[in-house]
Every structure is written in structure tokens, then in C-alpha cells.
């Protein structure tokens, strides 16, 4: 049979379509949309259902997460040191790599660097500590962050209010008047060492600037939050919330473990910080692993979950908590005692520089924990990252703590 289609077929094909395919068109349309409108009344979940894969928004790329762009600077100035050049050429190959505008080439131009290092400032050093704090169990509770570029401030509190009084006919009001204080941080310095194969280097790619970004958040989490929570303040670290309390909100949990005395011990906390007048704004809970799971698996007379429920949501009694290792489970003279912590974290004060120091080497030693190892025998860079940083109590009494704890 011939394809060929003669004028009078193909302008008769077109009468039809006018006549009869436009119309069924224009109902096929409407009907779709008219689903479309349905479906998004019911959220984008529907619309996904009507379109499968098309109708479902476009993930996030990967490459935007927070702490990705320090990640992707460091690595374009860890490839620049490798082949013993400055910072210029790493700005370059920032260009080159994530274009002449991207905000990592931007920020290496900025650099002045002096002896192997340079400054990740404010912007992008907040981005790697907005990161750091999912990793920092002091931090997700959402302390004040504070900035300290002279390496100190000053923190004013109230010690004593006003006092008021009921007076008689003719009397005289006695005059009162608060009394101030002030908290003075003072700048910590904190290093971590991140050692990174060259070959990652070599290799750019998404699960490398992850994998930059996480040793180093790791690497100053780690420590940071250990400090933050247990430190006595010595050897130059902070002062952490365990000896900030005032004796009466230290708290020795009961010896014998089950559940009344369990939510008794829980309510002392809150009542030590009730009874001090704290403002409650922000409370929230930090155990180590196995008192979370005690807690969680609590069962009471009745065999029936006590807080389970509502620590799937993430609070207890209502308050946020946040579960960390970096409390020990090895306490006391059994080596088998934990803490709880409770704090109210709107007087909790997190003070920092803005800027983190860096530096990077191929031929450094540095150790791994159980000894030394050299960056140019392992094909390695290791890049070095120094942030300031203190904590402070605006109240002594906005923290307690539960000792001797059995829970397991």
C-alpha cells in the first residue's frame, strides 16, 4: 500500500481534527486538569500518585548541604599545597571547578595566608558550626551563641533583684535596688587534625567534600561537646555544666532503681531549678546512651510503657533531650554510675570566635592515637582546623545534675 497522502486526503484529515480531535482534546485536558486542582488540595503527595516520579519535587543537591562549601575550599587548597603552590592557585582551581563566581573561590581570593594557613571567616565558618550542631549534643539543645572577636566579652547578670514591700499609713517604702554581676568568657582553643588520602583529593567529588566536611565537624565535635559537658576547666579548656551548678542542684539519685523512684529523681531536677526561680525558657535533657534506653524501655505496675511515647517525639516531661556518649557510664567506685543533666539552655552561653584558623601540610606527623604517622609516607594531607571558643552560665542555678546513676 503507498504512504503517499494526496492534497485532498491530508486537507481532509485536517477538517476531521478540527472538527472532532480538537474537541476531544480540549475534554481529555480538562478532565486532567481538573484532577490536577483535586489532587492539590490533598498536598503533593497526590500530585506524585498522578505523576509518579514527575509529580515528585527535586531532592536537594547534595552538593548545597551545610558545610560543603568550606569542604570544597579546603580541598582546592589542600590540591594547591600537594603541588606546593599558594593560594592563588587554589583560587584558580576553585574557578575552575565550582566557577569563577562560586562563593569558594570568592573566599580563597579574600585570603591573605601567612605561613601555610588562612582564616575560613564569618560567613562560612557559620555554616560548618550550623552543622556541628546536630553533631554537639550541647549545641542541638539550642544554647545563646555569642560572638567573641576581641577573644573575650562580658556578660552582665542580675545576683539580686528589687525587693518590694507592704507598707502602713504614714510609712515609709524602703528604697532597694538590684544588684549586677558579670560573666566573662574568655577565649579556648581548640585544634582538630583531619588526615585525608590524596587520592580523595586527586578524585573530587560529592562523597569526597562530604567526607571532608564530616572528619572535620567530627574532629571539633568530639571534643567540644565532652568539654561542654564534663570538663573542669583546667589545661585551658571551658568550664563544663557539670561544675557550673551550686551544690543544691547536685543532685544523688536514689540507690534503689525502679520506676517511682525513678520519675521522683527526674522531678528533683525540675523542682532545683523551680525552686531557684529559673525561667524554664529552654530546658532541655542531656543523658549518656544506656540512661536514654532505660528510660525508653521503662515499663510501670502494669507493664505498660511510662515515657516511651512521648520520647519518640523527643522530649521528656516535655522538655527536649539529647543523648550523648560523652557522658560516662563508668562513674564511682563500682566504675558503673552515670549523670543526667538538666538545664535551662537560654542561660547556657556558647562564646566564639567567627573565624577558623586552618592549615594544611602533605608532610606533617601527626598522631593517630596510638602513634605517630607521616602525612608523606601515607600519600595523605592533613589539614588542621583551630576554633576558639567558651561556656559560660548566665545563672549557676539554671543547671542540675543527677549523680550516681544506676539506671541500666
Known amino acids: 500500500m503507498s504512504a503517499t497522502v494526496s492534497k485532498e486526503q491530508a486537507e481532509f484529515y485536517v477538517k476531521m481534527f478540527k472538527e472532532h480531535g480538537l474537541p476531544l482534546v480540549g475534554e481529555i485536558v480538562d478532565e486532567r486538569m481538573a484532577r490536577i486542582r483535586e489532587a492539590a488540595k490533598k498536598g503533593s503527595g497526590a500530585i506524585a500518585e498522578l505523576f509518579g516520579d514527575a509529580g515528585k519535587p527535586e531532592p ?3 552538593d548545597s548541604a551545610k558545610g560543603f562549601a568550606v569542604a570544597r575550599m579546603l580541598i582546592a587548597y589542600a590540591a594547591a599545597v600537594g603541588q606546593k603552590r599558594g593560594l592563588d592557585y587554589a583560587t584558580e582551581l576553585a574557578k575552575k571547578q565550582y566557577g569563577p563566581d562560586s562563593v569558594e ?36 539543645l539550642n544554647p545563646v551563641i555569642n560572638p567573641m572577636d576581641a577573644g ?26 538590684p544588684t ?19 587520592d580523595l583529593i586527586r578524585r573530587v567529588s560529592p562523597t569526597t567534600q562530604g567526607t571532608v566536611r564530616d572528619d572535620l565537624v567530627a574532629g571539633i565535635a568530639q571534643k567540644s561537646d565532652a568539654a561542654f559537658i564534663r570538663s ?17 542542684n547536685i543532685i544523688a539519685a536514689n540507690g534503689t532503681v525502679n ?12 523542682v532545683a531549678l523551680a525552686n531557684a526561680n529559673v525561667r524554664f525558657v529552654r530546658p532541655g535533657w542531656i543523658m549518656a546512651p544506656r540512661t536514654w534506653m532505660y528510660l525508653f524501655a521503662l515499663l510501670d505496675a502494669n507493664s505498660n ?15 527536649p533531650f539529647a543523648r550523648t556518649s560523652q557522658i560516662p557510664v563508668n562513674l564511682g567506685g563500682g566504675s558503673n554510675e552515670s549523670e543526667l543533666y538538666l538545664a535551662d539552655f537560654a542561660d547556657v552561653v556558647i562564646s566564639e570566635a ?6 594544611v601540610s602533605t608532610e606533617a606527623a601527626y598522631f593517630d592515637g596510638t602513634a605517630t604517622a607521616s602525612a608523606f609516607s601515607l600519600d595523605q594531607t592533613v589539614i588542621r582546623a583551630i576554633v576558639e571558643h567558651d561556656l559560660v552560665m548566665r545563672h549557676d542555678e539554671s543547671v542540675a545534675v543527677l549523680t550516681t546513676l544506676l539506671w541500666s
Open 60 to 62: 536537594p543537591r547534595k
Open 105 to 140: 573561590a570568592k573566599a580563597l581570593a579574600a585570603q591573605d595566608a601567612a605561613g601555610g594557613g588562612f582564616l575560613i571567616r564569618d560567613e562560612m565558618a557559620a555554616e560548618i558550626i550550623e552543622f556541628l550542631r546536630p553533631a554537639s549534643a550541647v549545641r542541638q
Open 152 to 177: 573575650t566579652a562580658r556578660l552582665p547578670k542580675i545576683t539580686a533583684g528589687s525587693a518590694a514591700s507592704y507598707i502602713g499609713e504614714n510609712q515609709n517604702l524602703v528604697a532597694t535596688q
Open 180 to 198: 549586677f554581676g558579670v560573666v566573662q568568657p574568655i577565649a579556648k582553643k581548640l585544634g582538630a587534625l583531619v588526615p585525608i588520602s590524596n
Open 232 to 248: 573542669v576547666g583546667a589545661a585551658g579548656e571551658p568550664k563544663g555544666l557539670r561544675f557550673w551548678p551550686v551544690s543544691a
Open 259 to 270: 520506676t517511682a523512684n525513678t520519675i521522683k529523681d527526674l522531678s528533683k531536677l525540675i
Open 305 to 319: 510503657f511510662v515515657f516511651r511515647d512521648e520520647m519518640k517525639g523527643g522530649t521528656l516531661f516535655g522538655y
Open 354 to 359: 567567627t573565624d577558623i584558623l586552618v592549615d
